[in-house]
């Protein structure tokens, strides 16, 4: 049978630390606040002249590096943003040029803070489907930093900036079942109300007056967000493990989307996983939206924590509402 695993990861994320106590000289709000709701004590934030495509130039280049190709092994190119640097051309395109890559097909996919999972679908799914394609590279980027209103303390304190990338490959190991061993992905569009963006655009919104400028940035309804979250990243990852015979005794290491440490502990107790099974990174990143599977994914693997043969569960939830859930038995 076909399998496609990872074969190369990279993450990246700007040198530029912004922390609770930074908030506090910007926002009504404390530094204990913040880690009691949250457990995000930092976060990273761009200079006004990086944008998602740099990020994400860096993590792809670490990616291709780890996976010992060069841009011209790449088939197609798929970035999940919700911070593009522009309208069009896609942040994908933009991120091609950066790696010195031409021809192939490059586009971006909007799932929010689930964007990663799904461009993991859409890849997995094209390798499966077309046996010319050998190599895809699969990037989540945000410069979360340029829709977040720094007025606002309700959301200002929960987001980060930065990248991560895989290289997704089809693998020819008869003896090895290691790869992508299933996508599930879902939204309801009804709730889109909870958690959303007027217009975004990560070279705005210098310039626009601020009368204007209410329309960049994130509005949420946190409290309805939260609910929503663990209901729906349990059920998905209940259903992926379901439908595949598996347990969460079976998972090595869950890598949930890193948006809020009452959140992930609140699905470890519902899905009674081990609180040690769950790899948490969001203290010095913060909320990095469909950039923070991959870098909570590659900061696992650099801290030891994943082994080969280990079986990951990865589950993610943002705006949309969108969701999705990916199983992963490493190589
Ligand atoms: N500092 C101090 N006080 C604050 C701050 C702050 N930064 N923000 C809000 N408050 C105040 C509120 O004004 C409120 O005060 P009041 O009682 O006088 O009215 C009080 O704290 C409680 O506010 P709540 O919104 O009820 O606080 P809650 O416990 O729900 O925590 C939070 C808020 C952290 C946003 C939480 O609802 C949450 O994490 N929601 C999920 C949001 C999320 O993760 N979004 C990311 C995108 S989707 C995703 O990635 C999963």
Known sequence: MERVIIRGIGSYIPECVLSNADLEGMVDTNSEWIVTRTGIESRRVCLDTEMASDLGYEAARKALEN??????????????????????????????????????????????????????????????????????????????????????????????????????????????????????????????????????????????????????FIKMEGREVFKEAIKRMCSVAEDVLQRNDLTVDDISLVIPHQANMRIISAIADRMKIPEKKMFVNL????????????????????????QSEDLILTVAFGGGMTWGAALIRWK
Request: hydrophobic share 40%.
């Open 67 to 216: 996976a010992n190709i060069s841009v011209c092994d790449v088939d197609l190119i798929i970035v999940a943003t919700v911070t593009p640097d522009l309208r069009f051309p896609a942040t994908a395109c933009i991120i091609q040029e950066k790696l010195g890559g031409t021809d192939v097909p490059c586009f971006d996919v909007n799932a929010v803070c689930s964007g990663f999972i799904y461009a993991l679908d859409v890849a997995r799914n094209f390798l499966l489907n077309n046996s010319k394609m050998k190599n895809v590279l699969v990037i989540g980027t945000e410069k979360m930093s340029s829709i977040v209103d720094w007025e606002d303390r309700s959301t200002c304190v929960l987001f980060g900036d930065g990248a991560g990338a895989i290289v997704l490959s089809r693998d020819t190991d008869e003896n090895s079942d290691a790869g992508i061993l299933d996508v599930l992905i879902g939204a309801d569009g009804s709730l889109g109300r909870l958690l959303y963006c007027p217009i975004c655009d990560s070279g705005g919104p210098a310039g626009v007056k601020s009368t204007e400028k209410d329309a960049y």
């Open 283 to 306: 203290q010095r990143t913060g909320n990095t939206s469909a950039a923070s599977i991959p870098i909570a994914l590659d900061e696992a693997l650099q801290s030891g924590n994943i």
